[in-house]
């Protein structure tokens, strides 16, 4: 595979936008494969408009790579992650006869990201607000099902979420729950968590748990020996995902 492949989709794809670090953002992956284009042209689409405006990098434009699990060579190849502005001024330039279509679908996208992103009633990034929410619930719980011995996995993650800072990686979250890093990455996988992009090495959360607001996207930035910088999405379980999930495991 090539940044010049041609990918599928247009009507027959619904538009790919993700909640990374609080902000909604397109990959140019799948923003090339929506309108039925070739990755590589998107690429240089975005590289005649980042050299006439370099101020757009990095906060707009986010340069992110990908690798071929198959390739013996490891090669890694680029690609973008673009806020709406960046995303409104790359398809400026998209034209056809569906293209005003796809354009009116995500922007859409972007706007129904945003609404269900919005912070909810309870700040579950405060711990105090989060211990009283969870504690609730946990003895909601216990009061249907009158079974508190079972409940005590449940329970002692709730403790545990509840002194916890803000969402935690894949890891940090196995140790949170207990249990072993694998079982619990083989959980999500097999649960309709997290998914891997054909050719890619990281995990990417599937769009309704981002909804949920189970999980989240974060982007971090990793500096080269060349100077530049890449940038590289890590999935991360939010205090509520951390909830779910000790439910999930408690009855498997």
């Known amino acids: 595979m090539t940044e010049g492949d041609m990918q599928t989709g247009g009507a027959d794809r619904q538009p790919i936008v ?32 980042l050299g006439n405006r370099p101020d757009l990098r990095k906060r ?31 398809v400026m330039g998209f034209t056809g006869a569906e293209a005003l279509d796809f354009k009116i679908s995500y922007a859409r996208a972007f706007e129904a990201m945003q ?9 579950l990034e405060d711990p ?8 609730g619930r946990v ?44 079982d619990l990455t083989n959980h999500l996988i097999t649960k309709g968590w997290i998914y891997r992009r054909p050719g890619s090495k990281e995990w990417t959360a599937y769009q309704p748990k981002l909804s949920a607001l189970l999980l989240r996207h974060k982007l971090a930035t990793i500096p080269h020996e060349d100077g530049h910088e890449r940038v590289r ?20």
């Open 139 to 182: 003895e909601k719980v216990i009061e249907l099902q009158g079974q508190i011995a079972q409940q005590a996995p449940i329970v002692s993650a709730y403790a545990r979420i509840a002194e916890a800072d803000g969402s935690l990686c894949i890891r940090d979250a196995a140790k949170a729950l207990q249990v072993r890093p694998i």
């Open 60 to 90: 707009d434009f986010a340069l992110s790579s990908y690798g071929n699990d198959l390739a013996e060579s490891g090669r890694t190849y680029r690609c973008f992650t673009m806020n709406q502005l960046a995303f409104s001024i790359l």
């Open 115 to 123: 609404a269900r992103s919005a912070a909810p009633a309870v700040d």
């Open 233 to 252: 999405t890590q999935v991360r379980v939010t205090p509520k995902g951390i909830g779910r999930l000790a439910e999930e495991l408690a009855v498997s």
């Open 18 to 49: 993700t909640m990374m670090s609080g902000e909604a953002r397109a990959d140019s992956r799948d923003v090339a494969a929506y309108f039925k284009k070739a990755h590589g042209d998107v690429l240089r689409a975005i590289d005649v408009i």
């Open 128 to 135: 105090a607000a989060l211990r009283a929410l969870l504690l």
